[in-house]
C-alpha cells in the first residue's frame, strides 16, 4: 500500500531534551515537505526537500533540523524543544515534477513540549 | 495580507442542501489549486484539484476557479453528515510550495 508513515503518533517531552520525528514513504517520491499544523494558523511548511541531500527551508524553520541521506526517508529534528513548538505534525510527499500532483501525508504526529 | 483567505466558520448547512466553501488568493502566478478535506486529527485528504479557469465536476464536488479575480471555490451538492469537516484550499506557484489557507470548517446538520 502506497503510504507516508510517521512515527511516533503521539509524542510528550520536556524542554530542552532533542528528540526525532521519522517520516518514510514508499512511493519513490523526490519531493518531501514537513508541516505544522496549529488552530487558526493552518498548515505552515517548515522544512522540504527536493530530492536526495537537498533540502530549503520553510516558512517556520526556526527550531527544526532535516535531512534527506535517503528517497525515502526525511526525518525531523527538535535539538532542543520549547513549549512553542507544541503543535501537530504532518509529513508529506509527491513526485517531483508535477505542479498537480497531489501531496500525500502522514497521519500526524502530536507533540506536546512541557 | 494573507497568501490564502478563508473564511473560518462554521459554515452551518442543512443535509442535502449545497455548501459553497470559498477561498480568495493574493498570487497572481498561482499555478495549480486545490481542496483538501480535513476531519478532526486527521491528515489532510485531498478531493480535487483544478488549474483552468472554469469548473471542474467529480461527483457531489464541483471546483470553480476564476483567475481574474483571484478565487477558488468549492461546491457540495446533497450534502451529507459525513461532509461535516475542514475544508482547506491550498494553491502552487513553484514546484516547491503548496500553501495552505486555514481552512472552513463546515457542518451539515440533520
Known amino acids: 500500500e502506497a503510504q507516508v508513515t510517521q512515527n511516533p503518533r503521539y509524542l510528550i517531552t520536556v524542554t530542552g531534551k532533542k528528540l526525532t520525528v521519522t517520516c518514510s514513504q514508499n512511493?519513490?517520491?523526490?519531493?518531501m515537505s514537513w508541516y505544522r499544523q496549529d488552530p487558526g494558523l493552518g498548515l505552515r511548511q517548515i522544512y522540504y526537500?527536493?530530492?536526495?541531500?537537498?533540502?530549503d527551508k520553510g516558512d517556520v524553520p526556526e527550531g527544526y533540523k532535516v535531512s534527506r541521506k535517503e528517497k525515502r526517508n526525511f526525518p525531523l529534528i527538535l535539538e532542543s524543544p520549547s513549549p512553542n513548538q507544541t503543535s501537530l505534525y504532518f509529513c508529506?510527499?509527491?513526485?517531483?515534477?508535477?505542479?498537480?500532483?497531489?501531496?500525500?501525508f502522514g497521519n500526524g504526529t502530536r507533540l506536546t513540549v512541557t | 495580507q494573507k497568501e490564502v483567505e478563508q473564511n473560518s466558520g462554521p459554515l452551518s448547512v442543512p443535509e442535502g442542501a449545497i455548501a459553497s466553501l470559498n477561498c480568495t488568493y493574493s498570487?497572481?502566478?498561482?499555478?495549480?489549486f486545490f481542496w483538501y478535506r480535513q476531519y478532526s486529527g486527521k491528515s489532510p485528504e485531498l478531493i480535487m484539484f483544478i488549474y483552468s479557469n472554469g469548473d471542474k465536476e467529480d461527483g457531489r464536488f464541483t471546483a470553480q476557479l476564476n483567475k481574474a479575480s483571484q478565487y477558488v471555490s468549492l461546491l457540495i451538492r446533497d450534502s451529507q453528515p459525513s461532509d461535516s469537516a475542514t475544508y482547506l484550499c491550498?494553491?502552487?506557484?513553484?514546484?516547491?510550495?503548496?500553501?495552505f489557507g486555514t481552512g472552513t470548517r463546515l457542518q451539515v446538520t440533520l
Open positions: 512511493m519513490n517520491h523526490e519531493y
Open positions: 508529506a510527499s509527491r513526485p517531483k515534477s508535477s505542479y498537480n500532483s497531489p501531496l500525500h
Open positions: 498570487d497572481r502566478g498561482s499555478q495549480s
Open positions: 491550498a494553491w502552487t506557484g513553484t514546484a516547491s510550495k503548496l500553501t
Open positions: 526537500s527536493m530530492n536526495v541531500e537537498v533540502t
